[in-house]
């Protein structure tokens, strides 16, 4: 999830392509990785929450507190409380920057 902040600019390359920026809050495992043992039945145990089989996950190389820059159309919008946030596929996520230390 990511706290959005409002300041949009033009892809280089595609002037059609915006770019969103934002500070990530919180991100998710990673990528669901199934393994030889995993059926359709596993990941429908998965979603329900009872998962007979450990699932792997490839970890985001995001963290939280970084500054990205997304694609306009690579998330879905959430206000809370007042606040713009928004839920970006990792895909749209074009450039991260990390503060050392």
Same mark, same amino acid.
């Given at each position: 999830?990511?706290?959005?902040?409002?300041?949009?600019i033009h892809?280089?390359?595609?002037? +059609?392509?915006?770019? $969103?920026?934002?500070?990530?809050?919180?991100?998710?495992?990673?990528? $669901?990785?199934?393994?030889?043992?995993?059926?359709?039945?596993?990941i429908d145990?998965?979603?329900?929450?009872?998962?007979?089989?450990?699932?792997?996950?490839?970890?985001?190389?995001?963290?939280?507190?970084?500054?990205?820059?997304?694609? +306009?159309?690579?998330?879905?919008?959430?206000?809370?409380?007042?606040?713009?946030?928004?839920?970006?596929?990792?895909?749209?996520?074009?450039?991260?920057?990390? +503060?050392?230390?």
């Amino acid at each position: 999830m990511v706290e959005r902040i409002d300041h949009p600019i033009h892809s280089t390359v595609d002037e +059609k392509r915006i770019l $969103l920026c934002g500070r990530v809050i919180k991100k998710g495992p990673g990528f $669901l990785v199934p393994n030889n043992q995993m059926t359709f039945n596993d990941i429908d145990s998965l979603i329900a929450g009872t998962d007979s089989v450990k699932p792997m996950f490839v970890p985001m190389d995001v963290e939280e507190g970084d500054f990205i820059y997304y694609h +306009k159309d690579g998330g879905e919008d959430i206000f809370l409380d007042g606040r713009h946030y928004v839920v970006v596929q990792y895909t749209s996520v074009r450039l991260f920057v990390r +503060k050392e230390g």
